[in-house]
């Protein structure tokens, strides 16, 4: 695709999400005691006068989330956070310091049962990413910590009631399994603990987070990142049998997060998925609350809903390279693991492209599919590989189209949604659209995927009720298979299959509109083979996708442009070139 330039703010989130959580110095499997320099390397020290009394975690260059409770007032008088700290005694070659000049608490904090338990805190000036600090990735709305997931609590507090750390006050860690808030509960009380809180300890005790702790980070690895699951909040006692330490559940607060700290500059969010099945389901214990009789899976609670993508904001312009969860729908054809064509998820289970991808190769088993992904090279933390049990092409005259059947589904979230198809929309000339795809050379180092905007056209001469028509743009080979997309009302529409084929003989033709095949072409195939399309949802709802929760849709940076360049986020720009040198 012709396009040109960078978008700062968008590459800046990206290079975000592709270093939260991913210490250099971190090798921890098993428990310990003190913990290794380097190996937390977003944890934070919280000193007024002098003196440490709370954690934090780092989860930008300008922004450390605490604990409320840490915080009696929101005067930032003589308080310091210590990032890349070892020792409370002593030299800490690695330690930049800073002052604070904001304290957010949650407005629904409540001291009185510990509830939304949470504050940001911004730091005076932005700090450089190094081995020894850097941003954790925060759990996303959508995940899941079953009971047993195994969790990493840090911090400089006691390390027993009553208990000081001892000299030269290292940095200690520990290693507890999450408990289930309805185990919980039953510890705590029935209504003592809340959804949003997690709870994590040993039923035996003896290890625990404690007094100094609080604000700090309660974190669990998943694959090569380490994801920030809670905030240091309260506990009956330390490490007493029974009674697990409780946490603020960052999953619960993006939407919150995001919208103090606005802007572009947003923490990398990850979604933590526990396998197998939740044993928490089946505790009970008096004045607890039975689960329903049939237990429906959140994924399938609410219809499948089309052309909802939350964290896009387009109206008008261009941008080279998009962020992630933009688009999507967009995914990636491959054959034995290269990248081939573009393609749409249309149906949980069907992916939409350009059958003339597969006219030499339509053997299933050599195709697989690539959803929620943003670059072709380089860290994609949302994206999923799927195998193709099916490939489908259409047999009209002319361009045809081919239909992916997928094994397994892929979850919903906000990176991963299926376009609504075009079963007879009205298209206006005038109307702005849009194209997306992977071709190679473009993207950057990174090949990230490429859009460009377009406008609809007279056909003219070409004119029929098959053809939908823009202006011109070039097409590359790996952008074949990829959508033609526009907006209708809330919801996203794709109009026609982008074909490189097609676009091959205008490209000497500058300025010729493009002569596509309307969608509506292949209904009758389309409806046979994947079955009933999805439709939209109701005007005026917020995004009722199948699985992002009310604080997803509202969360990321979808009201600030992308086109926006600070001289606080070109130095930061700087900065992560500097730490991948």
Not at 84 to 95: A, F, K, T, Y
Not at 107 to 131: E, H, K, M
Request: glycine share 10%; aromatic share 8%; with cysteine.
């Amino acid at each position: 695709m012709a396009l040109h330039g960078l978008v700062c703010a968008a590459t800046l989130l990206t290079l975000l999400t592709q270093v939260c959580g991913k210490p250099a110095l971190n090798t921890r499997i098993v428990g310990g005691e003190d913990a290794p320099e380097g190996s937390w390397p977003w944890q934070a020290s919280l000193h007024r006068f002098g003196s440490h009394f709370c954690g934090g975690s780092l989860i930008t260059n300008e922004w450390v989330l605490s604990a409320a409770h840490c915080f009696d007032s929101t005067s930032t008088n003589n308080l310091l956070v210590y990032l890349g700290r070892q020792s409370q005694e002593g030299s800490n070659p690695n330690e930049v310091s800073r002052e604070v000049t904001r304290i957010i608490r949650h407005p629904d904090y409540d001291s009185g049962t510990n509830d939304n338990d949470i504050a940001l805190l911004r730091l005076s000036s932005a700090v450089s990413f190094t081995n020894y600090i850097l941003p954790v990735c925060v759990a996303a709305p959508d995940s899941t910590f079953f009971a047993g997931v195994d969790s990493w609590v840090t911090g400089w507090g006691n390390i027993g009631e009553g208990v000081p750390i001892p000299s030269p006050q290292n940095l200690m860690e520990v290693e507890v399994p999450v408990v289930g808030n309805r185990q919980c509960n039953c510890n705590y009380g029935v209504g003592a603990i809340t959804d949003n809180m997690i709870c994590a300890g040993l039923s035996e005790g003896g290890k625990d987070s404690c007094q100094g702790d609080s604000g700090g980070p309660l974190v669990s690895k998943q694959g090569d990142r380490w994801i920030l699951s809670g905030v240091v909040s309260f506990g009956f006692g330390c490490a007493r049998p029974d009674f697990p330490g409780v946490y603020a559940r960052t999953s619960r607060y993006q939407s919150w997060i995001n919208s103090q700290i606005g802007g572009s500059n947003l923490p990398g969010y990850v979604t933590f998925t526990s396998t197998g099945t939740n044993s928490d389901l089946s505790v009970t214990c008096p004045g607890l609350p039975p689960l329903p009789t049939t237990q429906t899976p959140v994924t399938t609670a609410k219809p499948v809903v089309c052309g909802q993508a939350t964290m896009n904001s387009r109206i008008m312009g261009g941008s080279s390279v998009s962020s992630p969860g933009l688009w999507p729908w967009i995914a990636s054809v491959q054959k034995n693991g290269v990248h081939m064509c573009g393609g749409t998820l249309v149906a949980q289970d069907s992916v939409l492209s350009n059958a003339n991808c597969f006219s030499s190769s339509p053997t299933p088993s050599e195709w697989t599919v690539v959803v929620g992904r943003l670059n072709q090279n380089g860290s994609n933390p949302f994206e999923v590989t799927l195998n193709v049990t099916n490939i489908t092409l259409s047999n009209l005259t002319g361009s045809n189209v081919a239909v992916l059947h997928l094994s397994p589904t892929p979850t919903l979230s906000v990176y991963i949604q299926p376009i609504c198809l075009d079963n007879g929309q009205t298209f206006s000339e005038g109307t702005t659209c849009w194209g997306a795809g992977w071709s190679s050379g473009r993207g950057g180092e990174e090949e990230a995927l490429q859009e460009f905007q377009t406008t609809i056209v007279s056909c003219g001469n070409a004119t029929s009720s098959d053809t939908i028509c823009t202006g011109s743009f070039t097409l590359e080979q790996g952008d074949s298979g990829g959508p033609l997309m526009c907006k209708i009302g809330e919801s996203w529409f794709q109009a026609a299959v982008l074909s490189f084929e097609n676009n091959s003989s205008s490209r000497a033709r500058a300025g010729t509109p493009m002569v596509l095949t309307k969608l509506s072409r292949f209904q009758n195939f389309l409806t046979s083979t994947i079955g009933t399309f999805l439709t939209p949802a109701s005007s005026g709802s917020s995004s009722n996708s199948s699985t992002a929760s009310p604080s997803m849709t509202t969360a990321n940076s979808g009201d600030v442009p992308y086109s926006f360049i600070t001289v606080s986020h070109l130095l930061l720009f700087a900065a992560c070139l500097q730490l991948f040198v």
